[in-house]
């Protein structure tokens, strides 16, 4: 197995198809330097769409090759992955693999203390494992994440601007409570960035990193959230009608549930913070880049990258 190629899993939170500059044709709202270089040097999928709008059903699609009406998965509500449900990360691990993930899973409930569910990350097939929950758990859940904030006197800072955030108005954007040093994106991403940069083992490594970004909350710390203009973003894009009789789904049900009202400038505000998040993580990529540089080993690596 030492000459087979290492794995660089790269995955984002709700990411939109065109956020990041290679999709837009030159008139990019927002800059992805190191997303671009990997859509250059390799090859981009521009046809592909979620089978779902929900993130745990979209994840287990994703881990196991199966749609939603295959696994009955259709909400984030009590679902756990089976680890006895054959995914590709138990695959990589028996072709001899060492595999990490650093980041977010959501293969199963973010409640409690994810630190106490490893064991399910290691049925998974992973084998070194820091899991983190989204933006929106990590006021409730635990992890080494949300330890450390605890430790540094941040986490209750951060629960109480989650809690206000969400008390009126939901889709306020503003810059995160937490430095940037300490932001979730940049931990994700300076934890793989470690692992990667220490790395000593003789088998060909599989690293899955996980953002939890740009999902909103839209609270992309400085100097990110005011990197873009709220003006120069792009304009609001219009819901569309429900054409032709067309079903209904999930994403209807979840936007006549909760579509907010928007004053004038707030989705502006939204998007740039949201853009702000984008190169962020971009950055974030691109050390991660630098270290597999850095190892000599960019020419046996294989880079995938795609959001939920």
């Given at each position: 197995m030492t000459n087979s190629p290492n794995i660089?899993?790269?995955m984002t939170d709700q990411q939109r198809w065109d956020a990041m500059s290679a999709a837009q044709n030159g008139d990019a709202w927002v800059n992805t330097p190191n997303l671009d270089r990997?859509?250059?040097?390799g090859m981009r999928f521009d046809r592909c769409v979620t089978t779902t709008p929900i993130c745990i059903p979209a994840r287990v699609t994703l881990a196991t090759g199966r749609y939603p009406h295959n696994t009955s998965v259709w909400n984030n509500v009590h679902y756990t992955?089976?680890?006895?449900?054959?995914?590709?990360?138990?695959?990589?691990?028996?072709?001899?693999?060492?595999?990490?993930?650093?980041g977010k899973t959501h293969l199963h409930p973010h409640q409690g203390d994810l630190r106490e569910r490893e064991h399910l990350l290691h049925g998974y097939g992973l084998d070194d494992v820091n899991e983190i929950g989204g933006p929106r758990a990590s006021a409730a859940v635990g992890s080494h994440m949300t330890a450390m904030w605890e430790e540094l006197g941040l986490l209750e800072a951060y629960r109480a601007d989650f809690r206000e955030r969400f008390a009126n108005k939901a889709h306020v954007a503003r810059p995160s409570v937490l430095p940037l040093e300490y932001y979730a994106d940049v931990y994700v991403g300076q934890q793989a960035k470690t692992y990667l940069e220490e790395y000593d083992r003789d088998q060909p490594w599989f690293c899955?990193?996980?953002?939890?970004g740009p999902h909103e909350p839209w609270d992309a710390p400085e100097p990110y959230a005011s990197m873009y203009d709220p003006a120069q973003m792009p304009a609001p894009v219009a819901r569309p009608a429900n054409a032709n009789g067309r079903r209904?789904?999930?994403?209807?049900?979840?936007?006549?549930?909760?579509?907010?009202?928007?004053?004038?400038?707030?989705?502006?505000?939204?998007r740039a913070n949201y853009a702000g998040n984008v190169t962020l993580i971009d950055d974030q990529i691109g050390e991660i880049l630098?270290?597999?540089?850095?190892r000599g080993e960019m020419d046996n690596t294989i880079i995938a990258f795609t959001s939920d």
């Open positions: 660089l899993f790269l990997i859509a250059a040097e992955l089976p680890t006895d449900m054959p995914n590709w990360m138990q695959t990589l691990k028996g072709l001899g693999y060492r595999t990490s993930l650093f899955w990193v996980s953002f939890g209904s789904g999930w994403l209807d049900f979840y936007m006549d549930r909760s579509s907010p009202h928007f004053d004038e400038g707030d989705i502006g505000a939204m630098g270290v597999i540089e850095k």
